[in-house]
């Protein structure tokens, strides 16, 4: 008796976590490949399972660019990601900076992300005389059916300003 208890509760639970993973927006971090085969590996989309460094790129016309690249070590699981990051906050030394960043660029083009398949966004920041200096950028990223949970960070020096916009991730560094 008490053990079929256990067993109708267990499936409840699996139940209403897989109802959230689906309909309320988080996405799964693990890959179906791992899933299926029985193995399940941590994914390289979790925030403490990968790194990410930001480093200026070209400018364009009227904007400064930098590239923020994420790295997976081997023994995590590719996953997938979608899109912009979202919540991206910019600090400096520590101290959060107060610009808010949009996003441009096609939000549903998926990539691979993994061990030896890092991939990259890009930061856009209009030229201006009033950006702030930051080293630090915090962001959640996004999977095709929803938001990777947790925060991810990166570090190296940038400049931000009222306008600046996030690129959707990339394929490579």
């Not at 499936?11 to 993973?21: I, Q, S």
């Not at 971090?29 to 399972?49: F, H, I, Q, V």
């Amino acid at each position: 008796m008490r053990t079929s208890g256990k067993i109708v509760v267990t499936a409840a639970a699996v139940a209403l976590v897989g109802a959230v993973g689906v309909g309320g927006g988080v996405a799964q971090a693990s890959s179906p490949t791992a899933l299926a085969a029985g193995k399940e590996r941590p994914s390289a989309c979790r925030p403490a399972n990968h790194t990410a460094k930001i480093t200026a790129a070209p400018a364009t016309s009227g904007h400064h660019h930098y590239r923020v690249t994420l790295t997976a070590a081997p023994g995590y699981d590719p996953c997938r990601l979608a899109g912009s990051p979202i919540d991206v906050r910019f600090y400096h030394h520590g101290v959060l900076k107060g610009v808010t960043a949009g996003h441009y660029g096609p939000q549903g083009t998926v990539v691979t992300f993994g061990p030896g398949h890092p991939v990259h966004f890009d930061i856009q920041v209009p030229n201006s005389a009033g950006g702030v200096p930051a080293d630090e950028a915090t962001f959640t990223l996004k999977a095709p059916g929803g938001v990777i949970p947790g925060e991810s960070s990166a570090n190296g020096r940038l400049t931000v300003d009222a306008g600046t916009v996030i690129g959707p991730v990339r394929p490579g560094a």
